[in-house]
């Protein structure tokens, strides 16, 4: 069943804005999409860059015009790894690019900000144990992408009521699922030389995994609340953190992803043991391959002491937040998610694509 809203979904063609798009079609809401590029024909799209205010502006003021669009979902990131040695990128997109939506929907009167953060903003390198919203920003972010991301989501949040627009943030948590880039292409990266059998650290570090299409849901889920006045005082102006609910060792996620390679792609053999780098040798190695790299000024490398800290550290959350105010619930279960990215990356694979 549609909702009220009219919406407009800024970086509808990525990751988790295609998802969010198609189940606003699926109940059959009118949608628009703001990108940078466009790979989809199911939908209106304006073509522009985020980091354009004034861009931004005349496109928001079209779309509310041509549509009265009264809902902006905002899931427009670069991915958190591509940028590395350009960390400007971060945050001249989520954080100048934010502020630019803002302002564009307040002038625009639009009703709704439903904006796509991470869990990661919290993230201070340090165990992270059924956290929930209440813990801090930490002081010193460990990298260009979270620190753009927690910057952007204080200035949604802070414009809650301004114009009369209403605010929410979404942090998920581990989000996996078709058309991910990020962890799949990571992960391929490695089933591709062989690295499958390394582990870094003793994988008792619980990690949080989120199937992209609840990520969706809640976004949705959260814009529909919004009109309600008795849920609205506690949903307008904060963030929620959105997961499946069933953390798992972190190595055991990338197991559970590269045995969707290993059933796609038979030729090759899963590795008869394991091989388990410490994290304190892990995490000396990544800083000496960051130095080597920058020496010879070779391509950014994504073996990092973050990426090792990320790996080796625990870090899930709770999402009581979020099943108290919003009422919501995972609708699918990892191990559905897993067999529906199993099905994506069998078709990629299939139509020639040499990774995911």
């Known amino acids: 069943m549609p909702g009220r809203d009219v919406y407009l979904v800024l970086g509808g063609n990525g990751f988790i804005g295609r998802h969010i798009v198609e189940c606003l079609l699926e109940r059959k809401d009118q949608v628009s999409v703001f990108d940078i590029v466009q790979s989809y024909h199911d939908v209106p799209y304006y073509l522009g860059d985020i980091r354009d205010q004034q ?30 040695d350009n960390p400007r990128i971060y945050y001249s997109v989520n954080v100048e690019g934010t502020k630019a939506v803002i302002a564009a929907a ?15 903003v919290v993230f201070n390198g340090r165990d992270i144990v059924n956290g ?21 989501e204080q200035r949604v949040l802070a414009a809650n009521g301004n114009g ?40 008792t570090n619980l990690f949080d995994r989120t199937y992209v299409g609840n990520v969706a849901y809640a976004h949705i889920l959260a814009a529909d609340k919004l009109d309600d006045p008795e849920i609205s005082t506690h949903l ?16 055991n996620h990338m197991r559970d992803i590269w045995a969707i390679f290993y059933e796609v792609l038979p030729s090759r053999k899963e590795p008869r043991r394991t091989i388990i780098i410490p994290r304190t040798f892990a ?39 979020a099943r108290r105010v919003l009422g919501y619930e995972p609708k699918i279960s990892v191990d559905e ?4 990215t199993a099905m994506w990356f ?11």
């Open 283 to 321: 995490l000396l190695l990544a800083y000496v391959v960051v130095f080597v790299s920058r020496i010879f000024r070779r391509t950014e490398t994504t073996f990092t002491p973050h990426s090792v800290t990320f790996a080796t550290t625990t870090m899930y959350f709770s999402n009581d937040k």
């Open 346 to 356: 069998k078709s990629t694979v299939g139509n020639g694509h040499k990774s995911a």
């Open 106 to 120: 307040i002038a625009g009167r639009v009703r709704k900000l439903v904006y796509t953060s991470t869990a990661g």
């Open 236 to 251: 307008a102006g904060e963030a929620f953190i959105i997961n499946d609910g069933d953390p798992v060792p972190f190595w």
């Open 164 to 203: 009369g627009l209403m605010t929410v943030s979404i942090r998920p948590a581990g989000v996996f699922g078709p058309g991910d880039r990020e962890t799949i292409t990571g992960a391929y990266h490695a089933f591709e030389r062989g690295l499958t059998h390394i582990q870094l650290g003793n994988n």
């Open 55 to 84: 861009q931004v502006a005349d496109v928001l003021e079209k779309v509310v015009r041509q549509t009265k669009a009264s809902c902006i979902i905002h899931a427009v990131s670069p991915l958190s790894t591509k940028h590395l």
């Open 132 to 152: 929930d919203e209440t813990l801090p920003y930490p002081s010193k972010h460990l990298d260009a992408y979270t620190e753009s991301k927690a910057l952007a």
């Open 337 to 340: 998610g897993l067999r529906r």
